[in-house]
């Protein structure tokens, strides 16, 4: 049974800082790339960072670049975000994704999402 658990999110002051946190089992870690994805209210799900299967690839939407780094431990098969700077924009629900693509189809895993809000 695949699981991805997330954990880390909160409410946090504009400018801070916040580590999510995605714990991966039930799968092979090193065969899928990593993204999390953020919905907030009345919007649709956006990609907000990536990171491919070997960790040598890193892809960020514009709105969080140079301010939210992903990466991932082999090891501990976990995917970390980093945010830093928070702005109230960036308040969501932030999901963690693992996607493979095999035999022409697409494996996507979610997680069951952790609650960011930054506000004053």
């Known amino acids: 049974q695949v699981q991805l658990v997330e954990s880390g999110g909160g409410l946090v002051q504009p400018g801070g800082s916040l580590i999510l946190s995605c714990t991966v089992s039930?799968?092979?870690?090193?065969?899928?790339?990593m993204s999390w994805y953020r919905q907030a209210p009345g919007k649709e799900r956006e990609l907000c960072a990536s990171?491919?299967?070997?960790?040598?690839?890193?892809n960020y939407t514009d709105s969080v670049k140079g301010r939210f780094t992903i990466s991932r431990d082999k090891a501990k098969a976990t995917v970390l975000l980093q945010m830093n700077n928070l702005k109230p924009e960036d308040t969501a629900i932030y999901y963690c994704?693992?996607?493979?693509?095999?035999?022409?189809?697409?494996?996507?895993?979610w997680g069951q999402g952790t609650q960011v809000t930054v506000s004053s």
């Open positions: 039930g799968l092979i870690f090193s065969n899928y790339a």
């Open positions: 994704n693992a996607h493979r693509r095999w035999l022409l189809t697409d494996l996507n895993y």
């Open positions: 990171i491919t299967a070997t960790g040598t690839d890193t």
